[in-house]
């Protein structure tokens, strides 16, 4: 590993990684306490290759030589103690416990949600979320990413377990549990299959859709479990959300994003930014900071120090102890205002300059619930480990 001072960045980038190859070193970590950054270069094929970075608060986890997780921020920490005490979790002058701000469920995949005061903590999930999604008439699934016009739907759940959908222009629809609906094959991973709903509910949001599409309804969550390579442990259960049961997602993380926004929009776009990941590539920058509701959390707290969420592996909201299974990747659905529907490039253009790695961009957390009970606005938060 090398620690990279100013004076000596050049020959630490080039010259050390040449010499190095020469000798088939199989790993070089560079790491920047300035900025702070870690760039892992491995041997490959006769030349080193670059394997992982991150900047500030990011996480990489590492097989080789060895399994280990790293975060520049926490490695800048521990060779500056002065650093310890600005950036301690206490560093904002904050006596005071962290708070949930917002609870969200979406009971349709891609769809507009709902603002509730308290939620159930399922073992999958929030109750009520991401029980039903859109296929098309083979059972492949459809999602915002590539029907934009489903963020244009809100639907809100319904005592009975059922949910109502709103279309784009105020009419509704009442879906109730297809209990007893024919189950057919679904390509959400690990799913198999899924109920379909009543023939009238694919007709009308086929109708305002434009293409024929079809509802489903996830009846058992428990058989759809959390893959491992997204973090998850045998005997999770997940809902037909992305990889993770919720995803938290924090204020004050979401005010640095803005500021980063505002600061950088004169810059140039960073090289390789995935072009499916913007919706509109010749969108002006915007002009009002972007709403925490683009990147679809289900649990927004204020937070303290910003990014700090990515390092936290477990805690507590309220009375309900949780796990952090990932940090969440970004995809193009956070380039669409959920109001307007208009596209546009960030945050993606933004996250990709400060955080990109493992050729993906990084916001939020995603957590699985290791307790059951309710949460509510309001509720602490208290950071375990």
Same mark, same amino acid.
Not at 178 to 186: M, T
Not at 256 to 261: A, D, E, G, K, T
């Given at each position: ?6 004076s000596s960045?050049l ?5 050390k990684?040449? !010499? ?7 790993? %070089? ?7 702070p950054?870690i760039?892992? @270069? ?15 608060a990011?996480?990489i986890?590492l097989t ?15 060779l ?7 950036l301690?979790p ?13 609870v969200r ?35 492949? /699934? ?14 809100e ?14 009419d ?5 549990p ?9 390509s %959400? !991973?690990?799913q198999? /299959? ?7 509910? %694919?007709g ?21 479990s ?14 037909l959300?992305d ?12 005010a ?6 505002a600061a ?6 960073? !090289? ?5 990941d913007?919706?509109?590539?010749s969108? !002006?920058?915007? @002009? ?30 309220g ?8 940090i ?16 546009? /490039? ?7 300059? %400060? ?21 509510e606005?309001?509720?602490s ?5």
């Open positions: 590993m090398t620690t990279l001072p100013p960045s020959v630490d980038l080039n010259l990684n040449a !010499a190095y190859e020469r000798f088939g070193v199989e790993s %070089h970590w560079v790491v920047d306490p300035d900025e950054s760039i892992v @270069f491995e041997f490959d094929d006769g030349r080193y290759r670059e394997r992982a970075r991150g900047n500030g990011a996480v986890d080789t030589p060895f399994p280990v997780r790293l975060c520049p921020l926490d490695l800048r920490r521990s500056d103690p002065q650093l310890v005490a600005q301690s206490a560093s904002t002058g904050r006596i005071d416990p962290m708070r949930v701000t917002s469920i979406y009971p349709v995949k891609s769809m507009g949600g709902v603002a509730v005061e308290c939620a159930s903590v399922e073992p999958w999930g929030l109750a009520g979320d991401r029980r039903f999604g859109i296929v098309d008439p083979h059972g492949e /699934k459809i999602t915002a990413r590539e029907l934009h016009a489903l963020l244009g739907f809100h639907a759940p319904r005592d009975d377990g059922g949910i109502s959908i709103t279309g784009p222009a105020g509704s629809i009442v879906v109730r297809p209990v007893d609906g024919e189950l057919v094959a679904v %959400h !991973a690990r198999g /299959k899924a109920t379909l709903v009543a023939d009238e509910i %694919h009308w949001l086929s109708d305002r859709l434009g293409r024929p599409v079809r509802l489903v309804w996830q009846g058992d969550p428990t058989l759809r959390i893959a491992e390579d997204r973090g998850g442990l045998a005997g999770e259960s997940l809902s959300a990889a993770g049961p919720l995803l938290l997602a924090s204020e004050a993380s979401m640095q994003l803005n500021r980063w926004i950088d929009a004169e810059l140039s776009d960073v !090289a390789g930014i995935d072009p499916f913007i919706s509109d590539a969108a !002006a920058r915007p @002009f009002e900071p972007l709403d925490i509701v683009r990147f679809r959390p289900n649990v927004v707290i204020d937070g303290d120090e910003p990014f700090a969420e990515d390092r936290w592996a477990t805690l507590r909201i009375e309900v102890e949780f796990r952090t299974t990932m969440c990747d970004r995809c193009v659905m956070t380039t669409i205002d959920p109001v307007t529907l208009a596209g546009g /490039k960030e945050p993606i253009r933004t996250l990709a300059r %400060h955080r990109r790695w493992d050729r993906s961009t990084w916001f939020g957390v995603r957590l699985a619930p290791t307790s059951s009970g309710t949460i606005v309001g509720d938060l208290e950071v375990r480990t």
